[in-house]
């Protein structure tokens, strides 16, 4: 009789599943930085904007 050989476990899953809340419940620092610069790339274009409109009257 053959006994069935087990697969080898991710150790990634296993972490995981050890972790307290089991996941991301907030954006990374990385996306907080590039919606930061997002932000303020917009902030600029519109006060480029408003000035161009007042040159132009």
Known sequence: MKLKTS??????VQ?????NGE?????SGK???QAAK???RRLKDEAGFAQRIKAAH
């Open 7 to 12: 697969r080898p476990r991710n150790p990634l």
């Open 15 to 19: 972490l995981m599943r050890s972790r």
């Open 23 to 27: 996941g991301v419940h907030q954006k």
């Open 31 to 33: 996306a907080l930085r």
């Open 38 to 40: 997002r932000q303020l």
